[in-house]
Structures are given as C-alpha cells and as structure tokens.
C-alpha cells in the first residue's frame, strides 16, 4: 500500500514559489490498476515523480507498506520495489537494449530471458537485442524498451508518466494491448499510469483525477468515467482508426 | 625464449588478450628487446637490419591468419622508438594486433613511440587492433607516441580499433592514411584519460582516388584533471565520402579540445563530421538510478557502455 499524507510540492517560479501539489493525501492499495488524469499542468507528472523520489515534497509524508520512504533516495526506493517509466525515455550512447535490461534485472539475465520481456512489449528480440538506446530507435520503439524495463525488475508498484506520449497510433494500439495484458495478469503488482487516453481509463480500477494540484475527483471507473469524458483532458484516439479496428 | 614475468604477463593480457604464447605468427618485445618470434608459411618476420624495429611480410592470398606484436615494459626509464612496417600482398584477409603496455614503479620516465607503417595491397582486408595500457605507482611518468602511417591500394580495407583507457600519463598519437581508387578505411578510436594526463590525437586521412571512403570515429571520457585534443581532419581529393565524429564526455574538471576539419578538393567529395563535447546528462543518471543503481554505479555503467 502507498499512502501519501499531505504532500505538498512548489517550485521557484522565477522568484517566486508556485506550489504544484496542493496538501494531496491518497491511499492506494495493492494490485490495483489506477490511473491518474486531469488537465496539463495540474501537477500529475510532478506526483509520479514524488512518488519515484525524483522530486521530494516541500511538506508531508510517503509510506509504502507502512515505511516512511520520503527521505529515501531514488536508488533506495527502486530497491524497495518502485518502478518508473519516463515520459520521455532517456537515450544512452553504447547502452544496448540488453545492457539495460539487465541493469534492470539487477542480475545476469540470460538473452532468452531478456527475449521474454521484449516480446511481452511486442518486439521481435532478435532485432532489439543487441540495439544501441540512442537517437536510431523511434519514439513508440523507445516506449516499449521503457516498459520492459520495468517489466524485467518485477516491481510491486509501477509507475508510468504519460505512456502513449510522443508516439504514433499505430504503436498506441499495441500500447494498449500491452497495458490490458498488464492488468490481466496476475502479478500482485499495482500500477499508476498517468494518462489522458480514454482506452486507458477505460482499463482502469480507480481513477483519480488532479487539477491545479489537488484532487478533485476520485473512484472507480464506473463512477469517474462518464463525468470526464468530453471534457477536455479525456482524450480518445483518432476516430477513424478506432472505426478500422485492430 | 626468455621468460616473461608476472608484470610483463599481465600487461601483455591488457594489451593484446594474451594469457601466453598466441597462434600463428607473433612478435614479443620486453624492455627493448624481441623475446620471442614465431612466422609462418605466409607470414615473416625480420628484424630491421639497420636501426630498432622488424619488417613483417604477408603474402598474396593469405587468409584467416593472425600477427601479434605486442610491446611490454617494466624497466623504469626505458626510452625507445621502434620502426614497425607492414608489408600486406594483395587478397589478403588477416587482423593485425599490436599494442604496448608499460609499468613504471620508478622515478624516471619509460617511453615506448611506435611507428608502424602499413602497405596494404589491392583488395586486402586488415582488421588491426591497438591497446595502450600504463600501470605502477612510481613517480616515473608513462608515455606513449605512436604514429601509424597507411597506405592503401585499390580496393583494400582497414578497420583500426585504437583503445587507450587507463594508465597513460601522456600520449601523442599521429595516424595518417593515404587511400586509392574504392580503399576503405574504419577508424574506431576510444580514449579516457584520468589525473593529471594527458592526451593527444592527431589524424590526417587522405582520400585521394575516386570511390575511396573514411568513417573516423573518436569516443572519448576526460576525468579529473586530465586533457585531450582530438583533431581529425578528412581531405577529399577524388569523388569520394568522408565521415568524422568526435564524442566526448567530460567530468570533474577534464578538459576536451575536439577539432574535427574537412577539406574538400574534389567536386564530388562528400565529407561530414560530427562533434559533441557534454557531461553526463542528469537524466541518464536518473534513470539508472530508478533501476536500482547508485549515482555512482550508474556514472560507470554510462561510461563503460559508451566506451565499449
């Protein structure tokens, strides 16, 4: 279980101090699929960031399973179990796909095992394995190295800042079906995916959506879904492609 | 043979992977002498008769073999030049590995320049390896000042891999290349430098017949104090293609001067280089901690993948 007890987060804003995160207090339980949405700069990636101790809080706590994590660095809270996937996936000059899987292991990962996560996230191994992270491979590409890293350390909590961010629709598709395999297994893991997308949401156990920092709205998808849709930052892939199918 | 010692072993494994004697032919040099020399069929190799250094001599159609000469020193203040020429026929298809390993535990200066001339004949094949490794605590310093002279026929092609990654308190490497008519030359160069070293690497590549091609590429990491100069210069004197890249990665207060030139004589040459000087950026730091590394842990991880 993460608990977060009135997190509070501001930035110098050129001279001034802009909070970001206004006293957000939240619970969130284990082996749930939540998803965090609401307008740009409401503070989401911020949170995701707090959670992952790339950010730390101005004010209040962060319990995992009931151990004070705040002032943990980002090293000690990914050994604790936290994952987290860039927004914007990081590219290393030298750095093979391999290489960083098995950093993410954090052991010696067979190449056969190293197979398994990268077609999890539907890439054909042979042509990754031995790939450089740098500028050659695309954004969707990017992506789905990004999320197998998070795969291959077995996190008990998951967190993705804006996943279909930067990519096409053609690899959104295959993003979903990776997130929906996800939420179908059963990993004992929970997952917070930060998103606008409405086939996102729709996946969703819980969706809490933040606003000029703070939460607004928070409940299940049933009870937030409809009260969202339409209004602005529940977005739904492009029409014609949804009408074309898989 | 005379025996090597236990230093002499080990810096022949960091220069050359060697665990003992290699295959095929070879020449070892310790502390200014050639200690051990084996040739074969098609590979010989002489001692120059008039001044330091040995001719080695591959013939037409010789494929799949291997020469090795590497160089080691342990005997502090030991200063040499050696003058090694390569003589390739045509057809040939052989990976050359040389490389010098010095350790100094006195107070004088040891230093070790090679000069190695390369004749590659038509249609050739040369894959050539070069380590420069430095070790001991003396306060004698190491240094190295290869040049490497190439001079290719038609058709012929040399991949240069040139490491330098610990223990060289100076270097000055030179390395000029002459190209004829669809010669192709690869040049991968990877160089750190710590403390108070210091680094420089000169190349001169000129592509002088129509369809011959450079791809030289530097990746370097200055550490603490230490400095380096990185000047790859391409001339395209033909219809040719030329491509040169300087990477580097800075640290503490290393300090990198990265001067990639072109000179295009020719119309039809097509020349580009590259050259990006930064430190590790603060992201790709971030990252690898989230997977579980230390800040340090994660700074060599970058650095050995971008050296690798």
């Known amino acids: ?246 | 043979m005379q025996k090597l010692d236990a230093v002499q072993l080990r810096l022949l494994m960091e220069t050359a992977d060697l665990h003992g004697v290699p295959e095929g032919a070879y020449n070892i040099r310790a502390n200014g002498q050639s200690v051990d020399r084996n040739t074969t069929a098609n590979i010989d190799i002489q001692s120059k008769t008039e001044g330091s250094g040995i001719d080695i001599r591959i013939k037409d159609g010789t494929v799949n073999e291997s020469v090795h000469i590497p160089v080691v020193l342990s005997q502090s203040g030991l200063k040499e030049t050696v003058y090694n020429d390569f003589y390739v026929g045509e057809n040939c298809d052989v990976l050359i590995v040389a490389g010098c390993g010095i350790d100094n535990c006195g107070t004088q200066d040891s230093e070790h320049d090679g000069i190695h001339r390369f004749y590659i004949g038509k249609n050739s094949k040369i894959r050539y390896v070069e380590k420069h490794y430095g070790s001991g605590d003396g306060s004698g310093k190491r240094i190295l000042d290869p040049v490497t002279e190439v001079y290719m026929e038609e058709g012929s092609t040399m991949e240069m891999e040139m490491v330098q990654i610990k223990g060289v308190d100076s270097t000055h490497r030179t390395t000029l290349a002459e190209l004829k008519k669809d010669a192709k030359l690869i040049v991968r160069e990877r160089l750190m430098t710590h403390g108070e070293q210091s680094a420089v690497s000169t190349y001169k590549v000129m592509l002088n017949e129509d369809g011959s091609s450079a791809d030289v590429v530097s990746r370097s990491v200055a550490r603490d104090s230490s400095y380096q100069k990185l000047d790859l210069c391409v001339l395209g004197n033909a219809a040719c293609s030329g491509h040169t890249e300087c990477d580097s990665i800075i640290m503490d207060n290393g300090r990198i001067l990265a001067v990639p030139s072109l000179e295009a004589n020719c119309i039809d040459a097509q020349l580009v280089h590259e050259a990006a000087i930064g430190k590790i950026a603060g992201e790709q730091l971030i990252k690898l901690m989230t997977l579980g590394l230390t800040e340090q842990e994660a700074e060599e991880q970058i650095i050995n993948g971008f050296l690798k």
């Open chain 1, 1 to 246: 279980m993460l608990e977060l007890k009135n997190i509070t987060f501001g930035a110098d804003n050129n001279g001034s101090n802009k909070e970001i995160i206004k006293d957000i207090s939240l619970s969130i339980p284990d082996d749930r699929f939540i998803v965090i949405t609401g307008p740009n700069g409401g503070g989401k990636s911020t949170l995701a960031k707090l959670i992952a101790g790339i950010e730390k809080p101005s004010s209040g706590r962060l319990l995992l399973d009931g151990e004070d994590i705040t002032d943990k660095s980002i090293t000690e809270r990914a050994n604790m179990g936290i994952g987290f996937a860039f927004q914007q996936p990081v590219r290393f000059k030298g750095l093979t796909v391999l290489d960083l899987l098995r950093i993410a292991a954090g052991k010696t990962l067979t190449v056969s095992s190293a197979c398994q996560y990268l077609s999890e996230v539907g890439l054909c191994a042979k042509d990754y394995i031995s790939r450089e992270v740098n500028a050659s491979l695309s954004g969707g590409e990017l992506k789905r190295i990004e999320i197998a890293t998070i795969l291959a350390r077995n996190v008990k909590l998951a967190v993705f800042d804006e996943p279909e961010a930067g990519i096409d629709l053609w690899s959104f598709r295959n993003l979903i079906r990776i997130f929906e395999n996800m939420r179908s297994a059963d990993k004992q893991r929970t997952v917070i995916v930060i998103s606008h997308q409405e086939r996102i949401l729709n996946i969703a156990d819980e969706i809490i959506v933040l606003a000029d920092g703070k939460v607004t709205k928070q409940g299940t998808k049933d009870e937030i879904l409809p009260g969202i849709t339409g209004a602005g930052f529940a977005e739904s892939v492009c029409p014609k492609i949804e009408e074309g199918g898989e």
